[in-house]
């Protein structure tokens, strides 16, 4: 009999009693808007912002509504207008491109490498040729590039770079937090980040004029005063008449639910990257599957992982997803020519007129993605790569 595994791909971690209890605590008071405080009271939503921009070391943090709102809202606070170009790496989730489309801005494709990260030859040669000044860099399931090489690229050619971390909350490269190298950084708290709060998301910056935009973009009206992470009032007087309040709010009652999460967010990483690990090791050394290398510098966050069958054909890779999911593991392929739930390719964003990306599409033909969520113990992760060694061994013999 060959062995399945039982548990759940998509089963997180309850909220802590924490988060539940002061939860009960804003529906109690009635007080869930983030503007509606008693006197001398700070909200749930300015605390939480208060404690995620120490976490980061960021100087300002906004919270806002989700991770799509955070880019739209970043975008819109360094000027990006309709008809702009926005640089994004083609390897990313629809959200992305959507917060450029969002604007009426055009997305401008970049190519990924092997590991997952932007092509920084090609990203180059497309700030030559579009001439765009921003760049949307995502750091699509935790996967990091070398970001001072990007850094100085992009410095050298006057683009703004802006993070979207929603998969590297709690990760860094070289020792800087990830979302510590751009202009500004977007995060989200939907279930399948790091923390969860359904819907949320957070901005951060070290840039007074571009935060004091954002919080005005947020949707703030007149009330940034109650704000804790904030620039000071001179900065709002500067901008206010000339920033439109684009609602996006955060409200209290999320709020109260992750800021018990962010105490425990590094102890979560590494319980994260600890199964990681551990389906790593069970899949390494197997002919027709490559796994993907980490570069030192980079400290991930390995709610995810990703593996590469190079030489498969389409066929193979469908009878292999068919298989493991029969067994209980669920495999995503990001070569299938129709976009499905989470997964969708870059050629598949008609609105944004991608140009073929054959480097990428070369990527994706072969890659493979899976969650590893909190709830899975350390023998669970290695019953999973057992049985996907299991299946890919068959299949790969068989040709
Ligand atoms: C989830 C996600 C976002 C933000 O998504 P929301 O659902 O709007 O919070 C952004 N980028 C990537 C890569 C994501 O996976």
């Known amino acids: 009999m060959s062995e399945v595994f039982e548990g759940s791909f998509t089963q997180q ?8 209890e ?7 008071s009635g007080r869930l808007h983030r503007y509606n405080v008693a006197e001398g009271e700070f909200s749930e939503a300015a605390l939480l912002e208060q404690e995620f921009a120490e976490l980061t070391g960021a100087r300002y943090c906004v919270a806002v509504a989700s991770g799509g709102s955070a880019m739209a ?3 819109r606070a360094i000027g990006v207008r309709p008809g702009d170009k926005v640089l994004s790496n083609a390897f990313t989730l629809a959200p992305v491109p959507g917060a450029i489309a969002s604007l009426g801005a055009v997305p401008v494709i970049v190519e990924v490498t092997e590991d997952l990260t932007i092509d920084l030859t090609d990203l180059e040669t497309r700030i030559a040729a579009s001439g765009a000044r921003v760049l949307l860099l995502s750091h699509m399931r935790g996967h990091l590039c070398d970001m001072a090489a990007l850094m100085t690229l992009c ?5 703004t770079v802006i993070e979207d971390c929603a998969h590297t909350m709690g990760a860094s490269w070289d020792g800087t937090a990830s979302g510590r190298h751009g202009a500004m950084a977007a995060y989200s708290t939907q279930t399948y980040k790091h923390v969860n709060s359904g819907e949320g998301g957070f901005l951060t910056s070290d840039d007074e004029v571009l935060m004091a935009r954002a919080i005005l973009l947020s949707g703030s009206y007149m009330l940034f005063d109650r704000h804790l992470s ?3 009032a001179d900065v709002f007087e500067q901008v206010k008449y000339d920033t439109p309040n684009v609602s996006g709010r955060m409200d209290n009652l999320r709020a109260a639910i992750l800021r018990p999460q962010l105490k425990t967010l590094q102890d979560q990483c590494d319980g994260w990257t600890e199964r990681y690990r551990e389906v790593e090791s069970g899949l390494r050394d197997l002919a027709g599957l490559k796994v993907i290398e980490r570069p030192e510098q980079e400290r991930f966050v390995g709610s995810s992982i990703q593996f590469l069958l190079p030489g498969w054909r389409a066929d193979q890779i469908r009878n292999l997803v068919a298989r493991c999911l029969k067994r209980g593991v669920e495999l995503k392929w990001f070569g299938a020519e129709e976009p499905a739930a989470f997964t969708s390719r870059y050629d598949s964003w008609h609105y ?3 140009e073929p990306m054959p480097k990428t599409d070369a990527v994706l033909a072969q890659l493979m993605d899976m969650r590893v969520p909190l709830t899975f113990s350390l023998q669970d992760c290695a019953q999973i790569s057992r049985i996907i060694r299991s299946e890919v061994s068959a299949l790969w013999q068989q040709g």
Request: charged share 30%.
């Open 13 to 20: 971690d309850p909220i802590p009693r924490e988060g539940i």
């Open 22 to 28: 002061a939860a009960i605590r804003v529906m109690e």
């Open 73 to 75: 809202t970043a975008l």
């Open 155 to 159: 410095d050298r050619a006057g683009v």
């Open 230 to 232: 904030k620039p000071a």
């Open 352 to 354: 944004a007129n991608p």
